[in-house]
């Protein structure tokens, strides 16, 4: 752990200097008892002793001294506290919004193994006519059971100095967070790569190492562990917007790796036949994919082949074992924001920088604007997909689904 994000051990290893000081006196004492001659050498490693006592400080090695009074300016290291009043109503929400995540783990057979899973499945229908009306490229229950297993710390990053563990979630507040943690660093702003660069997130990660298994379960003990959750729809939209929508915005930005990834294939694979169905259409002139060409990928694509600003939730920050202690929520971000800062001493103007990519548009009208696009059916679909997401984080999709149009098949009649 590089030392900008590394937290102060200084204190803690200053106490273990006083406890190797008093062991020395102990021994010297022991040794030179019988011996009168070095009594002088007692006495002085003794007064030097008392003396670091008095002070309540010790000189270090960085020549550093670290007195109670510098102890004080540090900020809470242990978990979270009630202050007052509100901040038990909001302990209380944020208790339940726990429940509800680990009440969806069960549901899903996170705690359980394939054998019991299935034999529920059986029990319940899964295998049999529900399951037969899920479109190909949707995942099974026991296909999300396999995904609910996995377990990884990759989107974690550990701010050691005020003990906040944060698990990243692109388009969730992703870049606000990023900024603070970099100003948690002491990183100059001189130093911070062009906004929205494929090199700022990996600067944040030189910044923030990846830690070993055995150091993060260490400090997974010690920390605050948040993350922040948004609508599944509203990711998407946000991730298309961005990366897709625009290939001159994806090549200013990052040379045109979206395009290259994903867009050209999408086209390649769905673009004949809504042409086809829609040759007026200007969407289908475009060289970018449009959104229901996007959907349509999302729905036939396996969730584990996803990029990490589509992929579900729970597969980045698997919450079935990772016990969260604040899940903020776009929708009370600021309110949860500030609890959660509070925890540890911090100001909220800490998160000022902003990441926005609707370039002026309003919630309603790029809803509006995209879901538009699909038909019904396709929405249930998407609904189908990232149905472990909506009931874990409550949400639902029927402001989505009115947009959306009836349609005999699965693709749209009217776009």
């Known amino acids: 752990m590089s030392s900008e994000c590394g937290g102060d051990s200084s204190v803690s290893g200053a106490e273990e200097v006083m406890v190797d000081l008093a062991r020395m006196v102990r021994n010297n004492i022991k040794r ?3 011996r009168p001659a070095h009594s002088l050498v007692i006495i ?46 909001l302990l209380t929400e944020y ?22 899973l299935r034999a529920k499945l059986l029990l319940g229908g899964e295998n049999g006519q529900d399951q037969g009306q899920r479109l190909p490229g949707v995942e099974t229950d026991e296909q999300l059971w396999s995904l609910l297993k996995r377990s990884s710390h990759h989107q974690f990053f550990v701010q050691r100095e ?16 990023l900024y603070a943690f970099l100003s948690l660093a002491h990183v100059p702003q001189s130093q911070i790569p062009e906004d929205n660069g494929l090199g700022l997130h990996a600067f944040l990660r030189e910044k923030y190492p990846l830690l070993t298994k055995n ?20 990711r998407l939209m946000s991730a298309y917007v961005d990366k897709l929508e625009s ?25 004949a036949k809504y042409k086809q169905k829609f040759p007026a259409n200007p969407l289908f002139e475009k060289k970018e994919p449009s959104f229901v ?7 036939e694509t396996p969730m584990d082949k996803y990029d990490e600003h589509w992929k579900p939730i729970f597969v980045l920050c698997p919450p079935c074992h990772f016990n969260f202690d604040i899940i903020v929520k776009m929708e009370t971000f600021k ?42 059916k396709m929405v249930s679909a998407l609904q189908d997909k990232y149905r472990i997401d909506l009931t874990m984080f409550e949400y639902d999709v029927e402001e989505y689904m009115q947009f959306a149009s009836d349609s005999e098949g699965f693709m749209p009649d009217q776009i």
């Open 247 to 271: 290939y001159s915005r994806d090549v200013d930005y990052r040379g045109g790796y979206y395009y290259a990834m994903y867009g050209h294939d999408i086209v390649a694979s769905y673009r």
């Open 162 to 177: 005020y003990n906040l563990m944060w698990c990243k979630v692109p388009k969730a507040a992703s870049t606000s967070w």
């Open 215 to 234: 150091l993060f379960k260490k400090l997974i003990t010690q920390t605050i562990k948040f993350l922040v959750v948004r609508h599944p729809f509203e």
């Open 95 to 116: 208790n339940r919004r726990r429940k509800l995540v680990k009440s969806t783990c069960e549901e899903y057979g996170a705690y359980t193994s394939r054998e019991k």
């Open 335 to 376: 309110r949860d924001t500030q609890f959660l800062l509070n925890q540890r001493g911090l100001d909220s103007g800490l998160l000022t920088r902003k990441h926005s990519t609707k370039a002026g548009e309003s919630d309603g009208d790029l809803k509006k604007r995209l879901f538009s696009q699909l038909s019904k």
């Open 293 to 299: 060409e996007f959907v349509e990928y999302l729905i």
């Open 32 to 34: 030179t008892i019988a």
């Open 44 to 89: 002085i490693v003794l007064l030097t002793y008392l003396g670091l006592v008095t002070q309540g400080s010790l000189i270090t090695s960085s020549g550093l001294n670290i007195n109670t009074a510098e102890k004080q300016k540090h900020p809470r290291k242990g978990k979270i506290v009630a202050t007052s009043a509100n901040d038990s109503l």
